[in-house]
């Protein structure tokens, strides 16, 4: 009667094959939508993309937070987060300039 091992093959040397590594996490797919967002709101669209862009990303970081290391896409979450804020700061900086430059013109022409 022979015995069969549980064990795979041993490779030459005696060794045994290394175990399959798990597959990566998946990126979030808020975290995707955050980044693309930010990007185009640094690009043309400012407060039109770069609030939604923002809102998912907290969504994202949340649901990767939550999701126990099945979900990646972290550092994608922060960049949307970092562009849709430096957008939404753009816009709130050039509407202070326009009102300012608005207020001394008036004040120079009285």
């Given amino acids: 009667m022979t015995q069969t091992s549980p064990l795979p093959p041993a490779l030459p040397g005696g ?15 808020m975290a995707i939508a955050s980044l693309v967002l930010g990007i185009i709101s640094l690009a043309c669209c ?8 923002v809102i998912f990303g907290h969504i994202a970081l949340g649901q990767i937070r939550r999701s126990g290391g099945t979900q990646g896409g972290r550092g994608l979450a922060v960049a949307g ?9 753009g816009t709130l900086l050039f509407f202070v300039f326009y009102i300012l430059m608005f207020a001394v013109t008036a004040v120079m022409n009285c």
């Avoid at 290394?18 to 998946?26: A, D, I, V």
């Avoid at 987060?81 to 700061?89: C, E, F, H, N, P």
């Fill in 15 to 29: 060794y045994l094959p290394p175990p399959p590594l798990p597959p990566p996490p998946q990126n979030n797919g």
């Fill in 46 to 53: 400012q407060c039109l993309t770069a609030i939604p862009g």
């Fill in 81 to 89: 987060l970092v562009t849709g804020y430096i957008a939404i700061g």
